[in-house]
């Protein structure tokens, strides 16, 4: 049975105990309600590990990641918007674009019926005669949806603590989608790694579509002039900066420049390899810090991902965001018959596993379990290939 690893030291739940009266001096997970400006009204848990890692769970957002830092030092994405009560979210607003207004934290949660960008999609499968089609926006709704909290705590098995949340997320209409998400986040008393457990499943009894990604943002001072981007990229299949604008920026998707004035938002879908566990390990790295964040989640369920990068001045943010689907969207996931349908009480699960790398020996570490699965691009600037694998396994 592992053991707790506190402050240089090995310890039993036992000497734990004695060394204070309650956990919640070294670590523990604690809800807490906002108070003030547009975050006002939303509940949120802290979660201590006591190795110096402390990130929030927004309970009013799906149980997404807010704030995320380790010994003082911000993993996580702060935008200008805050992090906004979803009362005040218009999900229809700006011709779908308005989800930006509430577009924050290390992890947001984009699903469960659509991902990307604003799209009409035919709704001829929820058999009512006055709802020919659905107008998605960006990304979808899960996002600001208000979790129902099921438990949140510290649990030991033997001397090992972990400690955890859990809830449920309803995204539901009525002559609509009723698609449920239950989460459980995890991480261990001294240790540095944040284990995300989901699961999406039809709760209603007409056929859906589902459609997921986590969008994960990491700022300053991980991402900072000089830091790295790994990851084990079999091919770059697609940039939306293709053609003249490819290099016209002068930044590359593996060199991170320090924050522009006038930067415009580059994306990449890079086609990963995975290791024999199935697993795809993804990382950023700022080597002058000694200190990263690498990201691990699974080929078969999550086997497209999204390389975000948003230099602008103000906003300056990189994004890694593994996918059930292609970039080319959700009319083009229908007719490559790719599209994930869920009929009543099916599911789909996915896991994704937030590791600090602290140190120049465990950003070597990670370097070289990435790059034992593939060598990615020397260059800055590969060349797209247009490349679309076949999604398999889809109902």
């Not at 949120?44 to 769970?57: A, D, P, S």
């Not at 938002?265 to 390899?273: G, M, R, S």
């Amino acid at each position: 049975m592992r053991m707790t690893h506190l402050y240089g030291r090995t310890l039993t739940r036992r000497e734990i105990s004695e060394r204070a009266g309650m956990l919640s001096q070294f670590a523990g997970v604690r809800l807490m309600t906002l108070g003030d400006g547009v975050e006002r009204g939303i509940r949120l848990l802290e979660f201590r590990t006591g190795t110096g890692l402390r990130f929030t769970v927004l309970v009013d957002r799906a149980l997404d990641i807010a704030e995320c830092d380790y010994k003082g030092q911000a993993i996580g994405w702060h935008s200008p918007t805050g992090f906004r009560h979803p009362a005040l979210h218009e999900y229809e607003g700006e011709n779908g674009l308005a989800w930006a207004r509430s577009f924050s934290g290390l992890l947001v949660t984009c699903g469960l019926d659509h991902i990307l960008g604003p799209q009409e999609t035919p709704a001829d499968n929820y058999n009512y005669p006055g709802k020919g089609s659905v107008r998605h926006s960006l990304h979808g709704r899960i996002s600001t949806i208000p979790a129902r909290l099921t438990g949140h705590g510290e649990t030991w098995a033997g001397d090992r603590c972990v400690l955890w949340a859990e809830g449920i997320v309803q995204q539901s209409a009525v002559f609509g989608e009723n698609l449920h998400l239950l989460r459980r986040i995890e991480a261990d008393v001294g240790g540095n790694e944040i284990r995300v457990s989901d699961h999406v499943v039809n709760q209603g009894f007409r056929r859906t579509p589902h459609m997921y990604f986590y969008h994960i943002n990491i700022g300053h001072p991980v991402l900072d002039q000089g830091s790295r981007y790994l990851a084990p990229i079999r091919d770059v299949a697609w940039a939306a900066h293709a053609g003249e604008a490819y290099r016209q920026q002068d930044v590359g998707y593996h060199t991170v420049p320090a924050p522009l004035a006038a930067f415009r938002e580059q994306v990449w879908q890079h086609t990963l390899a995975a290791d024999a566990a199935g697993e795809q390990p993804v990382a950023l790295v700022n080597d002058r810090l000694g200190l990263g964040l690498m990201v691990v989640t699974r080929r078969d369920q999550l086997p497209c991902l999204y390389q975000w990068q948003n230099f602008q001045a103000g906003e300056y943010v990189l994004g890694i965001e593994p996918s059930t689907h292609h970039v080319l969207g959700d009319l083009a996931a229908r007719e490559r018959r790719e599209m994930i349908w869920l009929e009543h009480g099916e599911g789909r699960d996915y896991q994704a596993h937030f590791q600090i790398l602290d140190g120049a020996a465990e950003i070597a570490a990670a370097e070289h379990r990435i790059s034992a699965i593939a060598k990615q691009p020397a260059e800055d600037f590969p060349e797209p290939s247009g490349s679309f694998p076949a999604l398999q396994g889809r109902s």
